[in-house]
Every structure is written in structure tokens, then in C-alpha cells.
């Protein structure tokens, strides 16, 4: 069973940047693909990138591409996204996934590619 936890969510004014953190157990990035997705109120969950397993390449939604990194750092166990220039239409509560498959690209972007997730993180960007 892997457990995801988040942290390093807050307020941030426009133009500004955050590190979010997801710390992973019970699972190595050997054999889980991770992503970050998240969900603003009264809207659906939304993908934001994701760390492919073992490549560790990277996919990246349009709305965050060239503004958001996704990295781990496998001797920690953690992946992380730094978000710069947020917007506040990047108001969201971030969540954390894993998955124990191997999908195609194009599968990264759906929920239910991933089998955990974290209790999730508010991000908020407003001045």
C-alpha cells in the first residue's frame, strides 16, 4: 500500500512561486509513476504533470507547460512541483498520485490511471 502526503501549499500573490512536496511510502519510483493533479471548487479534478516510473521523463498539461517542474528525488522518496508565475486561476486544492502500471502517454493525464493519492494541499494565488 503506498501513502502519499502533501505539503508546501499557502498564498501566494500573482506572479509568485511555491515547492510542493509529496512524500511517497510503501512504493519506490521504480515501480509507481506519479502525478500531480488538482481540483478548484465546483470544477473537475485536473491533470498537471506527471514523473514517469523508472525514465523519470515528464508530461506537463498545456495550462502549466514552461511554468511548472515536476522532479523526485528518489533517496528521499519525494516528488516535488515548483510552480512559478501562478495565476490565480492556479487556485486549487493539488493532490498526489501513484500508479503501479506502466500506461501509454496519453493515459497520464486520467484519474484513474493512478491508484493513490494524498489527502491533497489549497494553494491559493491572489493579491
Known amino acids: 500500500q503506498v501513502q502519499l502526503v502533501e505539503s508546501g501549499g499557502g498564498w501566494v500573490q500573482p506572479g509568485g512561486s511555491l515547492r510542493l512536496s509529496c512524500a511517497a511510502s510503501?512504493?519506490?519510483?521504480?515501480?509507481?509513476?506519479m502525478a500531480w493533479f488538482r481540483q478548484a471548487p465546483g470544477k473537475e479534478r485536473e491533470f498537471v504533470g506527471a514523473?514517469?516510473?523508472?525514465?523519470?521523463?515528464?508530461h506537463y498539461s498545456d495550462s502549466v507547460k514552461g511554468r511548472f517542474t515536476v522532479s523526485r528525488d528518489k533517496d528521499k522518496n519525494t516528488m516535488y512541483l515548483q510552480m512559478n508565475y501562478l495565476k490565480p486561476e492556479d487556485t486549487a486544492v493539488y493532490y498526489c498520485?501513484?500508479?503501479?502500471?506502466?500506461?501509454?502517454?496519453?493515459?497520464?493525464?486520467?484519474?484513474?490511471?493512478?491508484?493513490?493519492w494524498g489527502q491533497g494541499t489549497q494553494v491559493t494565488v491572489s493579491s
Open positions: 498520485a501513484a500508479g503501479s502500471g506502466n500506461p501509454i502517454s496519453s493515459r497520464l493525464k486520467y484519474a484513474s490511471t493512478y491508484e493513490f
Open positions: 510503501g512504493g519506490t519510483f521504480s515501480t509507481h509513476g
Open positions: 514523473v514517469r516510473r523508472s525514465a523519470g521523463t515528464t
